[in-house]
């Protein structure tokens, strides 16, 4: 009994902080939007009547969806790749993914100015060989957020896919070789399926973290192709409208949530699929 | 035999090209001679790095952003490491819920977290900028030391600690002396990870920002909005190069894998 009151004073302190300065300010942003003298939703009638606020709505779910699906596309050989290499290159190749990971947003989404901009390198490339005869307007597109939110979250994809690669059983792969199947059917026979709760938590974390991305969609999608954190800041920053704002969070809370649980409920469908195949 | 395909090879090969390229292109930026961002640079010059230490808000912004990102480490340190204890120790009446209490700021947007902080601490409780910007750095890193040294309790064998209270050591000793050793990589892990994600965040301090109080990210991302020139691209390069201070540093003592 002794021993059970003093663990939970060890967890007090967090406990309390995390009600104070997280759970509060969120209420207190978040309880403007349901009362306006009496209890209503009117709000959020409103946010989902407007076609502007859709089509953000509707932007921020297609580019998330889009992201992830390159991501998984261009993340999965490579952490392939990388689980077939020798132990020296791989730390290497770990150390290339990795240090984009570490480094800062503001300074990866310059990067991305520098090459898509009207006088970028790539606009003077394609102009050196003659291939497009004006510079092209890449930047302050969806492309451009695109491109820059699949450089912010393909590291992530390929480490924890490469996570779950390395517990795979070598065994395994020789013995489907030793019976006959070519190296493309043991990768999607054997490996592929092995490795699905990886990608589908790896496809968790880019999609929720294209959802609610700030900066990229900040620098290279301008004006014109807000999403939904954008707009948050819009409404609070530039319009002082902190109600419409206090809107948006919860929507942002709400579909993060509900994603990651799709996620865990497809996974687990996966997980019960394995546990029947073993019985 | 594991065999290694061509066209497998060659996707891997361009995907690390395009992890590369970029940060190779704003490296490159970085020694030009003239004013505006070129590539590939005409002459070479360090000036851009001389304008860096001249630009007042990027000394100030780094200064804020040490000082943020190591307090409020250290502060998740000192409150996460006994409740990652105490939630991996199991005698915790609904530990799942209240893990994922701890957890919580990993499930709310960094946006929204500014947001909420700003509107509540800042503007209600007349709070300083620099103390919500302080809180907000504090809950994000929490999850991180929660997360981290939560699963290498997992791998603690706790009948170790509970020879050390048999052999007459109060809880408290023998979890300084038999525990903490045992986590202190994790530990180690879960301060990298928690100061790097802290130090490279953006949308909880996009709130957070007043007179005299800015990230350097913030200011860097300021900065670039109204002068697109090579100082910025000579300040990614020092911190790229702190990057891989950092990587060498958590390479020689856990190794990459384990942040990975």
């Known amino acids: 009994m002794k021993l059970k009151r003093n663990t939970m004073l060890l967890l007090l302190p967090g406990t309390v902080l995390l009600i104070l300065f997280l759970f509060l300010p969120l209420l207190s942003i978040l309880f403007p939007t349901f009362f306006n003298e009496a209890f209503t939703i009117g709000k959020y009638v409103e946010f989902f009547k407007d076609s502007y606020n859709l089509g953000i709505l509707w932007r921020t779910f297609k580019i998330s969806m889009i992201v992830t699906i390159i991501c998984v596309i261009l993340g999965v050989p490579t952490a392939y790749f990388m689980s077939l290499t020798s ?15 570490l480094t800062n947003s503001v300074i990866r989404s310059f990067a991305w100015i520098t090459i898509l901009g009207k006088n970028g390198v790539l606009n003077s490339f ?14 302050y597109s969806e492309f451009a957020i695109i491109i820059g939110t699949v450089y912010l979250f393909l590291p992530i994809l390929i ?34 399926p092995l490795c699905i709760p990886g990608i589908l938590v790896g496809s968790m974390l880019v999609f929720t973290g294209t959802l609610t991305a700030y900066t990229t969609p900040q620098m290279l999608g301008g004006n014109k192709n807000m999403m939904l954190a954008t707009m948050l800041y819009q409404e609070a920053s530039a319009l002082g409208n902190w109600t419409n704002a206090g809107v948006i969070a919860l929507i942002m809370i709400v579909v993060t949530l509900l994603v990651m649980q799709i996620f865990n409920i497809i996974a687990n469908q996966f997980d019960k699929r394995g546990e029947d195949e073993n019985a | 035999m594991r065999k ?8 891997a090969s361009i995907v690390f090209i395009f992890l590369i390229i970029p940060l190779f292109i704003v490296v490159v930026t970085a020694f030009g001679e003239s004013p505006s961002i070129q590539f590939p640079i005409k002459g070479f010059s360090l000036q851009w790095f001389g304008e860096v230490f001249k630009t007042k808000s990027f000394m100030r912004g780094m200064k804020t952003s040490l000082f943020i990102s190591i307090w409020a480490t250290v502060a998740s340190i000192i409150i996460g490491v006994p409740a990652a204890y105490a939630l991996a120790r199991g005698t915790v009446k609904r530990r799942a819920l209240l893990k994922n209490v701890f957890l919580s700021p990993t499930f709310v947007p960094g946006i929204v977290i500014g947001f909420a902080l700003f509107q509540f601490l800042t503007i209600k409780l007349q709070m300083k900028i620099i ?10 890193s929490l999850p991180y030391i929660i997360r981290v040294v939560g699963s290498s309790l997992e791998h603690f064998d706790f009948s170790i600690e509970e020879a050390a209270w048999t052999l007459g050591c109060t809880k408290t000793k023998s979890f300084v002396k038999v525990v903490l050793p045992n986590i202190s990589s994790g530990i180690f892990a879960s301060f990298m990870l928690a100061f790097i994600n802290s130090f490279n965040n953006i949308p909880v301090s996009m709130f957070l920002s007043g007179p005299g109080v800015q990230t350097l990210p913030i200011a860097l991302m300021n900065h670039i909005e109204y002068n697109y020139d090579p100082t910025v691209s000579a300040m990614s390069v020092m911190l790229m190069l702190c990057t891989i201070l950092l990587m060498w540093v958590i390479e020689k003592t856990l190794g990459l894998a384990t942040i990975a």
């Open chain 2, 4 to 11: 290694k395909n061509i066209w497998l090879t060659l996707m």
């Open chain 2, 131 to 140: 103390t919500s910007l302080f809180l907000g750095h504090f809950l994000i």
């Open chain 1, 159 to 192: 480490t924890t896919v490469l996570g779950v690669l390395d517990n795979i059983d070598g065994d395994l792969i020789e013995a489907a070789q030793t019976l006959g199947a070519n190296y493309f059917k043991s990768f999607t026979k054997v490996i592929l």
């Open chain 1, 87 to 101: 132990k020296r290159t791989r730390s290497l190749l770990l150390a290339v993914t990795l240090f984009p990971l």
């Open chain 1, 126 to 139: 394609l102009l050196s060989l003659n291939i497009i005869k004006e510079p092209v307007g890449l930047l």
